[in-house]
């Protein structure tokens, strides 16, 4: 079955970096939009970046000029590159894609990964 799975969250530091990660596997025969969402406590989950398969992006407005979405194909990886990271950039974050598996499209969600920005 296909699943995504990220890496690369963890604890920081106010206008510190981190890179998040996430593959998708499985019987994948393309993948075409991939995105990042955040969800904070209490909060609902949101935007963050998105990019297409030709890599065409767009972004938050929270986080324009911040933070970088890229993608590799051939390892059906996106990165969510994270710089100048406030404590609001904070929360549980989330990869997604539009897979087409055999014949059939379908969104998936990894299981998130979270980002703490606190000193």
């Known amino acids: 079955q296909v699943q995504l799975a990220e890496s690369g969250g963890g604890l920081v530091q106010p206008g510190g970096s981190l890179r998040l990660s996430c593959t998708a596997s499985g019987p994948i025969s393309s993948i075409s939009g991939m995105a990042w969402y955040r969800e904070g406590p209490g909060e609902q989950r949101e935007l963050v970046a998105g990019?297409?398969?030709?890599?065409?992006?767009h972004y938050g407005d929270s986080v324009k000029g911040r933070f970088t979405i890229a993608r590799d194909n051939a390892r059906n990886t996106v990165y969510l590159q994270m710089n100048s990271l406030k404590p609001e950039d904070g929360g549980v974050y989330y990869c997604n894609a539009d897979i087409l598996s055999g014949l059939r499209l379908s969104e998936y969600w990894g299981q998130g990964t979270l980002v703490t920005v606190s000193s």
């Open positions: 990019i297409s398969n030709t890599g065409n992006t």
